[in-house]
């Protein structure tokens, strides 16, 4: 049999907890904090004690209300910290709820760093991961050697830049179908010397040899024309249709990627 703990010993096994407690009074007032609590916020139970939770600082508030990851930016004192937070009634009739915040920070930041080796390992596939097309890091490996091609022979090159719009209206998995069903018109479209890939969540890029300006006009006619007539595939809100905008620039002497992505971009946008 467990032995029965006294109320001086539960004390003292909550005061020692590595979870942050606190206990606030059914008029929200904060009661008892422990010392977990305590040293994750760098303030002592004196200063926090008393105060009502609905006149407590946002950061803090949502320690107390909310069941999420709650992200405590940093200050003089701390770094930024992200915490686990939850609440439950206590059933003894007090009407005192129970409030418990763990310490994630290090799982987070192991995420974002997990996160941010995922990207670097997207870009170094070259592989665009929703349609398979090339990236934006292949993208402008292959755009480089073009604009060298040019400027030695003086050969033509122009891109076009495409945006689909409107893809905010959309979860991730419409999404995913919309761009996949572009992706597709754009590889049945361009010619076998032209490269196509995804530049980023919206945006499609086209690197087109011995290209002009006027000619990334009538090819620009011929892709809204393909993409006005798509059927909007299954699953998508009954108002949604898919629209496109074109930004393109031909290359003239003296420009490198940036400037002739810039010229495009500044299309695009106007």
Not at 103 to 116: A, G, I, K, W
Request: glycine fraction near 4%; proline fraction near 3%.
């Amino acid at each position: 049999m467990l032995k029965k703990l006294s109320h001086s010993e539960l004390s003292q096994v909550l005061k020692a907890s590595p979870m942050g407690l606190a206990v606030s009074d059914e008029k929200q007032n904060i009661i008892w904090v422990n010392k977990t609590f305590e040293s994750y916020l760098g303030i002592s139970a004196k200063e926090i004690n008393g105060h009502n939770i609905k006149k407590l600082p946002d950061s803090l508030k949502s320690l107390f209300t909310s069941s999420n990851v709650i992200h405590i930016p940093a200050n003089s004192l701390r770094e930024d910290q992200w915490f686990m937070c939850n609440q439950s009634s206590l059933d003894d009739n007090s009407g005192n709820t129970a409030h418990y915040i763990t310490d994630v920070s290090p799982l987070h930041l192991l995420t974002q760093e997990c996160e941010s080796l995922k990207d670097k390992l997207r870009d170094a596939l070259a592989q665009d991961e929703v349609t398979g097309m090339p990236n934006k890091v292949a993208l402008y490996k292959s755009l480089e050697p073009q604009i060298s091609r040019s400027r030695r022979y003086n050969n033509l090159l122009s891109i076009i830049i495409m945006r689909v719009n409107k893809l905010t209206q959309l979860d991730e998995t419409q999404t995913t179908k919309v761009l996949l069903h572009v992706s597709q018109i754009l590889n049945d479209q361009v010619r076998w010397a032209d490269i196509v890939g995804k530049l980023n969540d919206s945006d499609f890029l086209l690197v087109l040899p011995e290209t002009t300006a006027d000619a990334c006009k009538n090819l620009i006619d011929n892709l809204d024309d393909h993409i006005k007539t798509l059927t909007v595939p299954e699953g998508l809100p009954d108002n949604f249709n898919v629209a496109v905008s074109f930004g393109y620039s031909e290359w003239e002497k003296g420009d490198d990627s940036s400037l002739l992505m810039q010229k495009a971009r500044k299309m695009l946008e106007n």
